[in-house]
């Protein structure tokens, strides 16, 4: 019978979840605080750039994805690849847009 290693040894502990949420909120109001200044152009960026990271954090660790073998991984790297060119399709489709 085939055994496999897991390479996560326990659940996270409560201080690393606490530092994690910690970091999600001050990202939350790094977000609050963008959206209110104008950067022109660049707004959209930096939000879409803050939302990306409290993403990886959330996936990381509140949903264990950094305990995950390598296959998931490159997978999930994979779809955030092909999601951020459909997304930049878009944008630059609003871009040059004409009006009919």
Not at 68 to 88: G, V, Y
């Amino acid at each position: 019978m085939m055994t496999t290693k897991l390479s996560h040894t326990g659940p996270l502990s409560y201080g690393r979840l606490l530092l994690v949420l910690g970091c999600l909120y001050i990202l939350t109001g790094i977000t609050v605080f963008s959206s209110q200044v104008d950067l022109g152009a660049f707004n959209i960026w930096v939000i879409l750039l803050i939302a990306s990271i409290k993403a990886s954090l959330v996936l990381l660790f509140f949903m264990h994805l950094k305990y995950e073998p390598p296959l998931l991984k490159r997978t999930f790297i994979a779809t955030i690849f092909i999601l951020a060119i459909f997304i930049s399709f878009m944008f630059w489709d609003v871009a040059f847009r004409q009006a009919l």
